[in-house]
């Protein structure tokens, strides 16, 4: 993937973030049209998007129009000059978005779980020039995102962008799909040119939570949002808790900061340059405690070898959990936080303890 076309390259509107807007699904001609007209009065919009085919978790919901939603789609890009953009899951839907002249496609979550899938749509793609936009896949496996990602950059596809949408999850909780962001930043990190944008209407699931994980997405740097969008949100045929009207989506656009990556302005970087090297200072600080911490784990290690005592104990680690998480509250640090990292520290500490005894044992 060392081959990647910055989206401000084709981006029709590069001066904003890049914003994928449009119905979960196109239902009529008459409702993708409203929508578009109604989106291509707003600058912000960088392209249209509706699926043609659904990839429905049950038989006998609204699988999406098929075929003949496809001219509909035309006739928004005649009409607007907006982009199009739909969901590919095989071969056959990706010949015929071409032969429609869909000017972006993107591999759905349920897809990109599917190497056959992928590897399929990718053989269609070989040497065609269209962006390709990948959601991650449904479950939280990097490799797969990447996997998928790798395909289409193999069969010559540079214009790709990565979907963050969220990660299924069994625990009961405020999002449709949890974002995990920890997953998109690890994807960032590994593939800095690759650009990723963020849809917080298969994260949130709600309408009303969109505007804050938006912002949240662009605070993380991410470089724009797909936002499902209806005229008429209550009545749409497929995720109709999520979608948002066009005006709804306005005020949105509206109200979210942007932030630039990095700054070339004296006073702020000799600013962030001294308080990141108070940053610096203290994680020495901490690296130097975690070895004095370090050296008195392995005197507890040898006096539990002397007295034949287990190196795991259950009611100490209960004791240390609960003893730093609610130190951790009286300084204001989120417990869940200090909970993990202590629980990570105890599990050296026993790690090294059991290797102690291991030795102790003679054992390789
Ligand atoms: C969609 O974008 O409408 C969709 C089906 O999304 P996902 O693949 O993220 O579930
Ligand atoms: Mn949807």
Known sequence: MDQITPLKDWQSNPEYPFVVAGPCSAETEEQVLQTARELAQNKKISAFRAGIWKPRTRPNAFEGVGLQGLPWLKKVKEETGLPIATEVANAKHTELALLAGVDI??????TTANPFSVQEIADVLKGVDIP?????????DLA???????????SGIKKLV?????FSSHEKSLWRNPPMWRLPIELKRLYPQLPMICDPSHITGKRDLIYRVSQKALDLGMNGLMIETHPNPEQAWSDAD?????????EILIELDLRVPELHNPGYEQELEQLRSQIDRID????DVLHHRMQVVHKIGDLKIQNGVTAFQ???MNEIMEKRT????????????????????????IKTQTDMMREHHGLP
Do not use: C, D
């Open 132 to 140: 390709v936009m990948v959601k991650n896949p449904v479950n939280a």
């Open 105 to 110: 496609l993107w591999v759905g979550a349920r």
């Open 314 to 316: 259950i009611q100490r």
């Open 162 to 166: 990565a979907i963050h949408r969220g």
């Open 242 to 250: 999520q979608q948002v009207t066009p005006t709804m989506l306005a």
């Open 326 to 349: 609610g130190a951790a509250l009286k300084l204001g640090l989120r417990p869940e936080y200090i909970e993990e990292m202590f629980r990570t520290v105890h599990e050296e500490s």
């Open 284 to 287: 020495n600080e901490l690296l």
């Open 144 to 154: 797969l995102w990447i996997g998928a990602l790798e395909r289409l950059s193999n």
